[in-house]
């Protein structure tokens, strides 16, 4: 007796179990904390993500923040990186409490500031693969 893949997937379904392959990977959502201490910055600085991905930023203090992907709203627009095809984007003002989220599909690598602290080192990278 031979047993296929097809066949023994068919017979783990009919079981209600479900197999996953890698190009159906659960895309996921990366949380990125805005911290005013002991200074302004992003944490992580630096975001590996999957194509299809989310960053969720959120700012527990009492600072407002921005998530900034326009370099013609950064006071260095070179610290504002787009893949090629990519149009600006960014949360606005981000009180306390408040959160943004963006769903990355395009593969490549990105920086963005908060228009606020950009001058005190609060930049960050996402790099989606
Ligand atoms: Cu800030």
Known sequence: MTTNRRAFTQGL???GISVATPALAQAKTVEVAM???PKMLFV???ANIRSGDTLHWT???STTHTVT???AMAAIPANVVLPAGVAPFGSGN???DGSFSHTFTVKGTYKYVCKYHEAMG???TV???
């Open 44 to 46: 992580p600085g630096i």
């Open 13 to 15: 379904a009919v079981l």
């Open 69 to 71: 992907f326009d370099p």
């Open 94 to 96: 981000i009180e306390e």
């Open 59 to 61: 700012n527990a203090y």
């Open 35 to 37: 911290k005013q201490s």
């Open 127 to 129: 790099i989606v693969t």
């Open 122 to 124: 609060m930049v960050g």
